[in-house]
């Protein structure tokens, strides 16, 4: 596949008198993961709802695996798939069931969709639950069927939208494998999510979305460099201790100090090894266990608060509005 993945030019949605996704330019190459990392409401879900032709564009131009998203809407369709933040499977069908129906319906026939099925259960992972009902498959176990149930056809491109949300650790773990092996088989992933950590793990470029705008655009590496400064990382053994850490932390070296999803991980921009060094001191004296520490790079939540100058956390109010409640 010679031509972009995706381009997009001054892309736009509004609604009402928000505008959701506010002149968004992307050049995605193909067969790499590429992220769209903001927090709720920044409008990662309108864009690749555009994208994926669920929406129709108020302004600008775009293309996925080289045709227009407006005038060239089934030959999009025909090429991509798209995994949302929620399970799309019939629940009261077992995963083998699932993946037979949505097979037979693309063309498969009967042998041929049994086989693809038994292929797709067996990769993610999910052939001990093959006869078992959807509804009764753990929160991971759901995210997996439900991308496996994307490539019944393998797609030149997939759009996962947020696909850890709500899930455990080694559930999001399982998910990243899954995600990796997508694109060792030449697909390319459009991954948006709010979660610092995932993009840093899975993705090849992040474009940095906040209220509509891409704001940066760079690997991991580039957007890290791009803040100019060390940074402090600081483990803690009691996640009760938490808390008192990121407090203490904050007053000694005079920063704003960043919690990480796990609970028990700090960050904090660190220009002075002494005050550093004067900070673990007082952790240490305060009773406070410190399992693990670094001076790096900045994490990518420190990225993010230096380039918007707020957190990457959830909005109380969403910019991005439901399918379902752009149709009505």
């Known amino acids: 596949m010679s031509e972009l993945a995706v381009a997009t030019r001054g892309l736009v949605k ?16 193909p067969g790499m993961v590429f992220g769209l990392l903001g927090p709720n409401g920044a409008g990662k879900t309108t864009t690749i709802r555009m994208l994926a032709t669920l929406l129709r564009p ?23 798939s798209m995994t949302g933040q929620y399970a799309s499977v019939d ?4 995963g083998t069931e699932n993946l037979i129906m949505l097979a037979r319906l693309l063309g498969f026939d009967r042998s041929g969709a049994r ?11 999910l052939s001990d639950a093959a006869d078992r009902q959807i509804k009764n498959y753990s929160g991971g176990m759901r995210r997996r069927i439900d991308i496996a149930a994307s490539i019944v056809v393998a797609p030149d491109l997939i759009f996962l939208d947020e696909p850890t949300t709500g899930l455990d650790p080694r559930s999001r773990n399982q998910v990243w494998n899954v995600v990796r092996a997508l694109v060792a088989d030449g697909t390319t992933v459009l991954l948006t999510t709010q979660y610092l950590d995932e993009a840093d793990q899975l993705a090849d470029r992040i474009a940095v979305i906040d ?4 704001i940066a655009e760079g690997t991991s590496s580039e957007l890290k460099a791009s803040v100019g400064a060390g940074a402090l990382h600081v483990r803690v053994a009691d996640q009760l201790q938490t808390e008192q850490a990121e407090r203490m932390l904050a007053e000694a070296l005079g920063v704003e100090v960043v919690r990480e999803s796990d609970g028990i991980s700090l960050s904090a921009r660190a220009d002075d090894p002494t005050r550093v060094s004067l900070a673990l001191t007082e952790l240490n004296q305060a009773g406070v266990e410190v399992t693990e520490f670094s001076l790096g790079q900045p994490s990518l939540d420190e990225v993010f608060l230096a380039l918007t100058g707020h957190p990457a956390e959830d909005e109380t109010e969403r910019a991005d509005q439901t399918y379902e409640e752009v149709a009505r």
Do not use: M, P, W, Y
């Not at 108020?58 to 991509?80: I, Q």
């Not at 629940?91 to 077992?94: G, P, S």
């Open 211 to 214: 209220r509509g705008h891409v």
């Open 91 to 94: 629940e009261d069908l077992t």
């Open 58 to 80: 108020d302004g600008g131009s775009a293309t996925v695996v080289g045709h227009d998203v407006v005038k060239e809407a089934d030959k999009v369709r025909s090429r991509v």
């Open 14 to 29: 509004v609604f009402g008198e928000n505008r959701a996704v506010d002149g968004v330019d992307l050049r995605i190459q």
């Open 115 to 125: 086989g693809r099925a038994a292929e797709l259960l067996e990769a993610f992972g």
